[in-house]
């Protein structure tokens, strides 16, 4: 380093003495200049990080990556673009997630890009509130062609399900329907539920309820229809599609976990498949609620935990909306006198319909039990 310094001391000194050091120095000192032009202070902004740290709610790190791809010095197109979002009906903060998932689209025209698409929702009988649900729960839908994905697969789906109707529900159900190749995953999914012998309103009532199920690469759908199969379920019967969506939507790693929560409360293998085969539903719940709702009916209100294998839709129900409120009253019932174990068992009195309840169990007893009302309503707002 010692002997570089002197060797370039040596040259500038002999450039001194040249009639053409003038010229050197301006020449060094111009393209110095030039590179302290190019070098920004080390925490200063490009205008676009700003814009979407100020405008779009990204933090500096998510700044700082998007600005990679999206470009812009001044305000006016992404101004315009967070307007047409406000326009439509979405806060801030939907607007903020809608642009964190898809930064580009603030460079896009909402005018040409934007507005035809949600215009092609509202045209099909979709409201504007809908309308705005499917933007902010689906981004990428904005990002889809009209012409060449969005459409087709409206009518391809309207064509399946014979109604526009049915078609609006689905999409209402789960808004990501429109965005994925019919080709490679709805129409072969279909396909294989046919060759299973599974019957089209069944089929057609799967794609109605649980969209999603059909948005599941070709190979892994078949693989799960065969599990179902295996297990014994029934192609005939609703159960059979309903098992199909719920083994699709976990990994087995997931599905074991749960299988190990039912053993712990004492279920067998025999018991656990069984209870999937009435009510696949009861493997779809977390570990947690599981847990939850199993500690609530064994531990607190006494019953056997096989009687709850053999209902396992109670497994289903909300606990803090449903089965904590319903056995309040149950229980009040009980220590007066006004119903016994044998008249009506805590199973039915859970499974039955809301108006079922009050008619036959809250207000037959409201002289005897005026509590009862406040009571139930005081739980139901607890769980609000």
């Not at 002999?14 to 393209?31: D, E, G, K, T, V």
């Not at 791809?69 to 197109?77: L, Q």
């Not at 087709?152 to 309207?158: G, K, Q, T």
């Not at 319909?353 to 002289?367: A, D, G, P, Y």
């Amino acid at each position: 380093m010692f002997k570089f310094t002197c060797k370039a001391f040596d040259y500038v000194h002999r450039a001194s003495q040249s009639p053409n050091h003038n010229f050197c120095f301006l020449q060094i000192q111009a393209f110095s200049s030039s590179l302290k032009s190019t070098q920004k202070p080390p925490n200063q902004h490009s205008f676009a990080v700003t814009y979407l740290i100020n405008s779009c709610g990204f933090s500096p790190e998510k700044a700082h990556s998007a600005s990679k791809y999206v470009k812009f010095e001044t305000p006016e197109k992404p101004d315009s673009v967070l307007a047409f979002f406000r326009s439509h009906g979405l806060t801030q903060t939907q607007i903020s997630n809608v642009i964190r998932t898809h930064p580009r689209l603030l460079l896009c025209d909402p005018e040409k890009t934007l507005l035809p698409k949600l215009e092609f929702l509202k045209s099909k009988g979709i409201s504007s509130a809908d309308v705005t649900k499917i933007v902010y729960a689906s981004p990428h839908f904005l990002k889809r062609s009209l012409e060449k994905i969005i459409i087709p697969s409206f009518n391809l789906f309207s064509n399946l399900l014979q109604s526009e109707e049915k078609t609006l529900a689905a999409i209402k159900s789960y808004s990501g329907l429109l965005l994925f190749d019919r080709q490679t995953h709805v129409i072969p999914n279909i396909e294989t539920l046919r060759e299973a012998g599974v019957p089209n309103a069944n089929i057609m009532f799967l794609l109605t309820n649980q969209p999603r199920a059909f948005m599941t690469g070709s190979d892994r759908f078949r693989q799960v229809v065969k599990e179902v199969e295996t297990m014994g379920f029934n192609p005939l019967r609703i159960n059979f599609v309903t098992a199909v969506h719920a083994l699709r939507a976990m990994a087995k790693s997931t599905w074991e976990k749960k299988v190990d929560v039912y053993r712990k409360w004492g279920w067998t293998e025999d018991e656990i498949l069984v209870a999937f085969k009435k009510h696949p539903w009861c493997m779809t719940a977390s570990e947690d609620k599981i847990n939850g709702v199993m500690d609530f009916l064994v531990n607190k209100m006494g019953l056997e935990s096989s009687l709850v294998a053999r209902r396992p839709k109670l497994i289903s129900l909300s606990l803090e909306k449903r089965t904590v409120p319903r056995c309040a009253v149950y229980q009040v019932l009980l220590s007066k006198g006004l119903i016994s174990s044998n008249a009506i068992s805590l199973m039915t009195l859970l499974m039955t319909s809301e108006k079922l309840f009050l008619e036959k169990l809250v207000n037959r007893h409201k002289e005897e039990a005026p509590e009862l009302l406040q009571l139930y309503k005081g739980k139901l707002d607890l769980s609000s």
